[in-house]
């Protein structure tokens, strides 16, 4: 059963400290995505690729967070320096645009900044 | 600026009956609208879509209505079971414009057996 694998589940770490998520996309899917989920904004958009381009990140904050994919089997986000206020359950999703059965996500990692 | 919105951040039925969750839009762009099924500790799992070019769709028990001219779409489970108490989201996409998903913030739907 094919699945969208996120490293860590957990993460707490001390505001300043650099956070590194990661995601594995579904084989074969071309387009991937960053949510984040929070109690007062649900799940917002971060970023999205297409066949490992970006295409929009106008979600995030420019300032300290970063979305890459160095190859089409990984995705990383990154968040430096980290704030309390980043502190949501981040999920990554992806999909076959041209197929269009929609997104699967990942089980997302908790992040804590305190 | 919320483009979809679904306004009833719980709702709570008896088990056998209808559960119907609501969603409303403001993007006319909107062509394809999906719902996904969320469970704690868990990520958004997909449940059902339809496209704008349809107003019904079914899939056993779950049933999505698209009402074009109000914007609006409403998810029906009947009967209800304990198993569907999860947090819905309503989401929707542009096929031919960007195809990301927009979501909204979720109902909680808790099903009292």
């Known amino acids: 059963d094919a699945r969208v694998t996120q490293t860590p589940r957990h993460k707490v770490t001390e505001m300043g400290q650099e956070v590194t998520m990661r995601c594995q996309p579904i084989?074969?899917?071309?387009?991937v995505f960053w949510y984040r989920q929070t109690m007062m904004q649900g799940l917002e958009l971060l970023a999205y690729?297409?066949?490992?381009?970006?295409?929009?990140d106008s979600g995030m904050p420019k300032d300290r967070f970063s979305a890459e994919m160095p190859d089409a089997t990984l995705a990383t986000l990154k968040i430096q320096p980290s704030e309390p206020r980043d502190s949501a359950v981040y999920f990554c999703?992806?999909?076959?645009?041209?197929?269009?059965?929609?997104?699967?996500f990942g089980s997302g990692t908790r992040l804590t900044v305190v | 600026d919320q483009q979809v919105k679904q306004n009833s951040p719980s709702l709570s039925v008896q088990e056998g009956r209808i559960s119907i969750l609501n969603c409303d839009y403001t993007?006319?762009?909107?062509?394809?609208f999906l719902w996904y099924k969320k469970y704690p500790a868990e990520g958004p799992t997909f449940l059902i879509s339809?496209?704008?070019?349809?107003d019904k769709n079914e899939d056993g028990r779950f049933t999505v209505f698209l009402n074009k001219s109000a914007k609006h779409l409403s998810l029906h489970i009947v009967p209800s079971q304990p198993g569907d108490s999860a947090v819905y989201f309503c989401?929707?996409?542009?096929?031919?414009?960007?195809?990301?998903?927009?979501f909204g913030k979720g109902t909680k739907l808790t099903v009292n057996p």
């Open positions: 999703a992806s999909g076959l645009v041209d197929l269009f059965e929609g997104y699967t």
């Open positions: 084989l074969g899917h071309n387009t």
């Open positions: 690729f297409r066949n490992r381009a970006p295409l929009d």
């Open positions: 993007n006319s762009m909107f062509d394809y």
């Open positions: 339809i496209s704008s070019i349809k």
């Open positions: 989401a929707a996409m542009s096929q031919g414009g960007s195809e990301k998903l927009v």
